[in-house]
């Protein structure tokens, strides 16, 4: 049996509240928070039958490492992923044999490139969410991991999205290709701009880390290069930022999504 890991923060716990209350062993909340967050937090815990304790700032603080606990915190079992991005693929191409052309779910892959920082990779994880993202591919020798960090920041999608690091990036984008799926990376020197790419069809959407970008490899790699306009002084954005202008992009050509 895998090693209980602990989550934080109302978000990340909320999620696994929400989604798979069974696995989860315990939850700390502090008492000395008693507004009315933490009172509806602690009413959907009762609800759940899970176990409650009460911890302090200061012990919340020890267990996760982080004073951005919010008051709350859980103990938690390991929920069973997916194992592969092979497995991941192979599902979605049977989920879609038996439904006509225009039912089938094109895939939708963010690749990121050397996003060492945990707060960037959590927050790329939340947009990934959003946009209904199948998977986040990152090379295992320049990227963060999943820590508490990132799942705090994610805000419950380090539980939703599969997360895969690869040891060669490139030859796993070469193997998207070979599953027709379109790979279309992020460049400031693109003489095309992402809002000229058709993202209708399946795709994967590779971006680099802020200020270095893409390595040379990858972008050779891609099918395509597109850049985000960029109409002020800036030069580039964030890359949780720039993920999700080119999902929602793809969320958008799609016609995918429901009004808030």
């Given at each position: 049996?895998?090693?209980?890991?602990?989550?934080?923060?109302?978000?990340?716990v909320g999620v696994r509240l929400k989604t798979a209350p069974k696995s989860i062993i315990e939850i700390y909340a502090d008492p000395a928070r008693r507004d009315a967050r933490m009172r509806q937090f602690v009413e959907r815990v009762q609800e759940a039958g899970v176990r409650l304790l009460e911890a302090d700032g200061a012990r919340l603080a020890r267990m996760t490492g982080s004073h951005g606990h919010q008051g709350v915190a859980a103990r938690?079992?390991?929920?069973?992923?997916?194992?592969?991005?092979?497995?991941?693929?192979?599902?979605?191409?049977?989920?879609?044999?038996?439904?006509?052309?225009?039912?089938?779910?094109q895939a939708l892959i963010l690749v990121l490139d050397g996003v060492?920082?945990?707060?960037?990779?959590?927050?790329c994880l939340r947009v990934a969410d959003g946009a209904g993202v199948h998977a986040v591919i990152a090379p295992k020798d320049h990227a963060a991991?999943?820590?508490?960090?990132?799942?705090?920041v994610a805000s419950g999608a380090a539980e939703t999205v599969p997360y895969f690091m690869v040891t060669n990036l490139a030859r796993t984008l070469n193997e998207l290709k070979e599953r027709n799926i379109w790979v279309i990376g992020t460049s400031d020197q693109a003489t095309s701009t992402l809002y000229q790419a058709d993202l209708k069809v399946p795709v994967a959407l590779v971006l680099g880390a802020e200020g270095d970008g893409m390595r040379a490899l990858t972008a050779k790699t891609c099918d395509q290069l597109v850049s985000i306009p960029m109409c002020g002084a800036v030069e580039s954005l964030n890359v949780?930022?720039?993920s999700g202008v080119c999902l929602y992009e793809a969320v958008r050509q799609r016609g995918l999504g429901k009004a808030a």
């Open positions: 049996m895998s090693t209980p890991k602990t989550l934080f923060g109302f978000h990340a938690v079992n390991e929920i069973a992923q997916v194992h592969s991005l092979d497995e991941l693929l192979e599902t979605l191409e049977a989920s879609n044999a038996a439904l006509p052309p225009e039912k089938r779910t060492t920082d945990p707060h960037n990779l959590g927050a991991g999943i820590n508490a960090t990132v799942a705090k949780s930022v720039a």
